[in-house]
Nanobody, 118 residues
Framework: VQLQASGGGLVQAGGSLRLSCSAS????????VGWFRQAPGKERTFVAA????????YYADSVKGRFTVSIDLTKNIMYLQMNNLEPEDTALYYC????????????WGQGTQVTVSS
């Protein structure tokens, strides 16, 4: 499955962005889908995920209460709503499908850049 992420940009601290992820052919073909991010000079880390039916979302501690992952099943699009952004959230954000736990995924999107200025 080819995934396409979009919606990144430059925002001031405290602002919001919404990332979107779609799959070629429509279906993600996976039970668990979600988001990871990679900050400059750091390893890629888990952000959030949920089941394809839209249930059981789970989050990294660093984004709990600020980020919300969701799926629009009518459009086959996954979203990551990011509120109260902090400079530490600056990273390349990847959508992923076929996630196991918080470290492994079968398919990856190309990434969309989020930059938060202080």
């Amino acid at each position: 499955v080819q995934l396409q992420a979009s919606g990144g940009g430059l925002v001031q601290a405290g602002g919001s962005l919404r990332l979107s992820c779609s799959a070629s052919g429509g279906s993600f073909g996976a039970n668990v889908v979600g988001w990871f991010r990679q900050a400059p000079g750091k390893e890629r880390t888990f952000v959030a995920a949920l089941t394809w039916s839209g249930r059981s979302p789970y989050y990294a501690d660093s984004v709990k209460g600020r980020f919300t992952v969701s799926i629009d099943l009518t459009k086959n699009i996954m979203y990551l709503q990011m509120n109260n952004l902090e400079p530490e959230d600056t990273a390349l954000y990847y959508c992923a499908a076929g996630i196991i736990g918080t470290a492994v995924a079968r398919d990856w999107g190309q990434g969309t850049q989020v930059t938060v200025s202080s």
